[in-house]
């Protein structure tokens, strides 16, 4: 067999090697376009490029308690009838071992608006219910803002859980850097 042949037949076992394990394809639940649409309609939306300095990556990470987060940051503000409708955030960042992609919104005055999932790779048994999600509505960076203390768990998704509750602390923090409101 030649060469191109090879490459070929090993293409094609793993493709289906990758199907037959479900690792083909991300579950993809929302699209940017969407999930902006959906937390802002009626507005106007502008993606920025904001580039942190070394001083304001490292007290986004000391403010989250978590790793610093990257200087290129993405923020969406919204503009909705003349007046601020608040800035929504993309957190790409591994559940497991698998990447998940989370929408947060944070609304006009600093506090959590809405977390959704926009996609997740590892098996969809370990994404907690909507409901779960809900409890980030109104929550703003605080030691409250933890697994066990105000944010409660998921049994069989704690690693979702701590992933999601650090994307959200990892985004406050950013967030709060930028608007200048950090302490």
Known sequence: MDLS?????????????MM???????????SVGDALQSAFPDCDVERETVFLTTEQVEKAGK???L??????????????SGRPGGTAYFDAHRVRTLPETLLVVIDARGAV?????LSF?????YIPRSVWYEQFDGERLDDDLELARGIDGVTGATLTARATTNAVRRVLAVHMVLEETAP
């Open 67 to 80: 790793p610093a987060p990257s200087a290129l940051v993405h923020p969406y503000v919204a503009t909705c």
């Open 5 to 17: 042949k090879q490459r070929l037949a090993l293409t094609l076992a793993a493709a289906l090697l």
């Open 113 to 117: 608006e809405r977390v959704e999932v």
């Open 63 to 65: 403010l989250s308690g």
């Open 121 to 125: 790779d590892e098996p969809e048994e």
């Open 20 to 30: 037959a394990t479900g690792l083909s394809e991300a579950r993809v639940f929302s």
